[in-house]
């Protein structure tokens, strides 16, 4: 009996085929990379305004139950917690005005920024110090205010 064995041939891909891959790869992660992060961003600045809005709330309904605002002292703790500082207020819901009584903070981990009285004869004007976490700033690095709305 006569045998015949056939030489076996190497699978897998060659370096240029799996360079070519690593580039096309690249290329879309250039192309589809920014908008991905753009949108992130772009959430981001829509929770800290859906947080400023509900954090109004809060403050209103401290408010029709008090008949003032927090001071800019007592800032917006004084909806999670009794406020022992003047003016004291009168009608505090022992429940707080915020479900679960945490502040929340805003998407970059900062804490929003309150002031009673507000700018331009507002009750008051809370502030989310955006991306830099500093006063000012432009594109996402911007400031978002309650005064946006």
């Given at each position: 009996?006569?045998?015949?064995?056939?030489?076996?041939?190497?699978?897998?891909?060659?370096?240029?085929?799996?360079?070519?891959?690593?580039?096309?790869?690249?290329?879309?992660?250039?192309?589809?990379?920014?908008?991905?992060?753009?949108?992130?961003?772009?959430?981001?600045?829509?929770?800290?305004?859906?947080?400023?809005?509900?954090?109004?709330?809060?403050?209103?309904?401290?408010?029709?139950?008090?008949?003032?605002?927090?001071?800019?002292?007592?800032?917006?703790?004084?909806?999670?917690?009794?406020?022992?500082?003047?003016?004291?207020?009168?009608?505090w819901n022992p429940e707080?005005?915020?479900?679960?009584?945490?502040?929340?903070?805003?998407?970059?981990?900062?804490?929003?920024?309150?002031?009673?009285?507000?700018?331009?004869?507002?009750?008051?004007?809370?502030?989310?110090?955006?991306?830099?976490?500093?006063?000012?700033?432009?594109?996402?690095?911007?400031?978002?205010?309650?005064?946006?709305?």
């Amino acid at each position: 009996m006569k045998y015949t064995y056939k030489k076996k041939q190497q699978q897998g891909f060659s370096l240029i085929e799996v360079l070519v891959v690593v580039v096309i790869m690249g290329m879309l992660i250039g192309l589809i990379g920014p908008n991905v992060l753009g949108q992130v961003d772009r959430a981001r600045v829509t929770t800290a305004k859906s947080d400023i809005a509900s954090l109004s709330q809060a403050l209103d309904m401290y408010k029709l139950d008090n008949h003032f605002y927090p001071t800019t002292d007592q800032g917006l703790e004084a909806l999670v917690s009794r406020p022992q500082s003047s003016p004291e207020p009168r009608n505090w819901n022992p429940e707080g005005y915020i479900k679960g009584n945490k502040l929340p903070l805003d998407p970059w981990d900062g804490e929003y920024v309150y002031m009673s009285p507000g700018e331009e004869n507002r009750p008051y004007e809370l502030i989310s110090l955006g991306a830099d976490a500093r006063l000012g700033g432009e594109g996402y690095a911007s400031d978002i205010s309650s005064s946006d709305r």
